[in-house]
Structure formats: structure tokens, C-alpha cells
């Protein structure tokens, strides 16, 4: 059984997807993280954000992160979908799913891989102004 669903795609990411891959009988919690893209950082007026990545190494990383997840968390199953190209105000970059026999694991590894994306996968963010464009995390 498939404990992990990664995914980087051009295509508008799909939360029922996400959902039906984490749902089942033994668990009595799933968690949603849904990453957004909002329309200012910093005082400054968002028009839209591109995201690249470099794929083989996201995804690879994106697997680790999983299945780190379901070693520190007593989770079902969890899947990682992130949007790559450019995206619109309140498009969808980012869906996180968890499912748990109990809510906290699920929560905690939503959050855990979340955080641990932003720090750790090769996907880079480019934040387009009004007035002008700027590379955001150009990490790792």
C-alpha cells in the first residue's frame, strides 16, 4: 500500500485528490494545510508568483519529508501537491494532507512538512509587483 502521494505539476492542484488519497476507515482525523497566494507581502501589492523548481531533486526531497512524517507522526498516510508556473491571487501553490487514527498527529505533520518544504526543497518563488519582480527563498 502507497503510504505517500508526491506531486509537482503545471496543473491547478486538486484537493479532492488529496483528500480520497489519505482517507480511510481506521482514521478519525485528516488535516489540510492549503497554501494561498496573497495579494501583499510586506505592504507591498502582489500581482501574481511564478515557481520553479528543479523537479527531480523537489520531488526526491518532497518524498523524504513524507516519509519522515510517517516515522515521527503516528499518521495513516500523508501526500505533499505543489503547483509549479505562475499562479493568480488565491490560487493554490501548496496542498498538505495527513490522515490519523487521532487529529493531533495529522496536525502536527501537516505542519511539519510545511515547514520543513520551505527549508529544505528546491522550489523557488518569484513574487511579481505593480512596481517590479524579486526572487524570494532562493534557498536551499
Known sequence: MMRTSIKIT???????????FVE????GGIATFIGTVR?????????????????????KEMQKIATL???????????IHHAEGMLQIKDIPVIITASAKHRKAAFLACEFAIDTLKKTVPIWKKEHF???????????
Open 10 to 20: 503545471s496543473q491547478k492542484l486538486n484537493l479532492q485528490e488529496c483528500y480520497n
Open 24 to 27: 480511510d476507515d481506521a482514521c
Open 39 to 59: 495579494n501583499d507581502t510586506q505592504g507591498k501589492e502582489v500581482t501574481q508568483l511564478d515557481f520553479s523548481t528543479y523537479k527531480p531533486m523537489a520531488i
Open 69 to 79: 512524517a510517517l516515522d515521527k507522526f503516528d499518521i495513516h498516510k500523508i501526500a
Open 130 to 140: 505593480s512596481d517590479g519582480e524579486v526572487w524570494v527563498n532562493t534557498h536551499p
